[in-house]
Nanobody, 118 residues
Framework: QVQLVESGGGLVQAGGSLRLSCAAS????????MGWYRQAPGKQREFVAS???????NYADSVKGRFTISRDNTKSTVYLQMNSLKPEDTAIYYC????????????WGHGTQVTVSS
């Protein structure tokens, strides 16, 4: 089992910045990729960004150039630096990590709220 705990959400004005953190604990050998999804009210959960243990990154088109994902493997922590925030970035942000095991499960955090005011 892997536990993921997010922090860093909050309320910010449009154009502002926030940094989210997600710390993994438990059986961390069971994960490689870590990343973020988000879910806005009334919408489906959508992919935001991901990073492998070797630093390969992937971003949704909607956040490219504004968000940066990074990782500290010594702390089993992934970060999401969010700049130039827009009201449409308002959502609950969930940390995720697919399992490397045969179960193909995905670990999820409980989420952290990000609210961007106009």
């Amino acid at each position: 089992q892997v536990q993921l705990v997010e922090s860093g959400g909050g309320l910010v004005q449009a154009g502002g910045s926030l940094r989210l953190s997600c710390a993994a604990s438990g059986s961390i050998f069971d994960i490689n990729i870590m990343g973020w999804y988000r879910q806005a009210p009334g919408k489906q959960r959508e992919f935001v960004a991901s990073i492998t243990s070797t630093g390969n990154t992937n971003y949704a088109d909607s956040v490219k150039g504004r968000f940066t994902i990074s990782r500290d493997n010594t702390k089993s922590t992934v970060y999401l630096q969010m700049n130039s925030l827009k009201p449409e970035d308002t959502a609950i942000y969930y940390c995720y990590a697919p399992s490397l095991g045969v179960t193909l499960r995905t670990y999820w955090g409980h989420g952290t709220q990000v609210t961007v005011s106009s």
